[in-house]
């Protein structure tokens, strides 16, 4: 893959599951693999709310259906940032990651109103 959205066109399921967090140290392949999560989030008050994405190589993060940060493509160890108002309740979280070669990484962290880390708002589906 070069690319996150190249996963429907290039990509072979090879795996599926359930995870408790975004973990990809369990890839069966040392380069050139992807995963796809999919969870709710559940937000306990309307408010602001940080996200950060950090990946090498690429990946995108969408809040109902909606890309929230876009960090794609081929690069090495790259950090961004988004703040999102949402509403009480549940939303819809996917979170695209592709490897390329030369290192891996993928750590996802969001913070806001009455939050005190990303495990006390984040349910698997």
Known sequence: FQSVKEFES???????????????KGAKAEDGFG??????LEINETGLFKFRLNSDDGSILCIDDKVVIDN??????????ATV???????DLNLRYFDDSDGQKLEVNV???RTV????ILYVK
């Open 72 to 81: 794609d493509g081929s690069h090495s160890i790259r950090e961004k940032f």
């Open 111 to 113: 913070t806001g109103l």
């Open 85 to 91: 108002w949402l509403e009480k309740g549940f939303h």
């Open 117 to 120: 880390g990303f495990d006390d």
């Open 35 to 40: 995963y796809e999560f999919s969870s709710w």
């Open 10 to 24: 290039k990509g072979k399921l090879v795996d599926e599951g359930k995870m408790t967090d975004f973990d990809i």
